[in-house]
């Protein structure tokens, strides 16, 4: 599937990203990887804090030119303070992939990880509109203690950077459709990864209920196969879509929600 293609993956050291790795070059591809944790995962390496401009900035400048596809899958969980959250999860995130459009290959491919997490955006247009209007320069902090983010109960901030970021994706279906350019995002549910224990304590009942209704956590396994989907040729119409690969869950609260 990804025979001589070259992917840039963040978040590589760990969970979905280290396993978005082994799929990938297990299908041919040679893979960039990047993370704030040096690893062996990668046939090219670099370091970076993707919650830091110039951090990012020196990356953009750093990486090769020509890739196939990028995968941001790099992120923090509720647990981490509001501003770093949306610093890395959303504003990062936007930074790292705009400042790479110019050196990705035509046809190139972007899959971003978001979650099950941002299911409710659309209760959340007006904020998540004034969010998309900051930038890692702005002041996010200000943003932080206008919406009461800052130690907010049931993991707000997490849930924001996840909606926010769906909403970017599906606002961008077309922006680079000059020159091939498709992007698109992955929404899983709970995941067995390092952070699973952080989204139980930061979520509470809520995620207590979840676990109950589900068969199980996903798995690295489960998620890894999607992302490398929208990276591949294969996804090429697929634009601003969003996939839900969460053992039923958002089938679950659409039931609830409409009565079916």
């Known amino acids: 599937m990804h025979q001589g293609k070259t992917y840039i993956v963040t978040g590589v050291a760990s969970g979905i990203g280290a396993r978005t790795y082994e799929v990938l070059k297990d299908a041919g591809a040679t893979v960039i990887g990047v993370d704030r944790t040096p690893t062996q995962n ?36 509720p647990t981490v303070d509001a501003e770093t959250l949306l610093r890395v999860n959303l504003y990062g995130l936007q930074r790292l992939t705009t400042g790479l459009i110019p050196k990705l290959a035509d046809g190139a491919s972007i899959a971003n990880l978001a979650s099950l997490a941002g299911f409710g955006w659309p209760n959340s247009v007006a904020e998540i509109k004034e969010a998309l209007a900051l930038g890692l320069d702005d002041d996010v902090n200000g943003f932080v203690e206008k919406h009461g983010l800052r130690g907010a109960e049931g993991g707000r901030s997490y849930k924001l950077s996840k909606e926010a970021l769906i909403v970017w994706t599906i606002q961008n279906r077309w922006t680079w459709r000059d020159r091939g350019i498709t992007m698109n995002c992955a929404s899983p549910g709970p995941v067995d990864t390092p952070i699973l224990q952080d989204f139980i304590a930061s979520l509470g009942e809520r995620a207590k209920e979840d676990r109950k209704v589900m068969d199980r956590p996903g798995h690295p396994d489960d998620v890894a196969p999607v992302v490398s989907f929208l990276l591949s040729d294969q996804a090429k119409w697929f634009r601003g879509a969003n996939l839900n690969c969460d053992g039923g869950m958002s089938s679950h609260i659409l039931s609830n929600m409409h009565g079916i």
């Not at 670099?46 to 750093?62: T, V």
């Not at 890739?67 to 969980?77: M, R, T």
């Open 42 to 77: 990668a046939d090219q390496f670099f370091e970076a804090d993707l919650g830091d401009a110039a951090s990012i900035d020196a990356l953009i400048d750093a990486l090769p030119s020509g890739a196939d596809g990028l995968a941001n899958i790099a992120g923090v969980p």
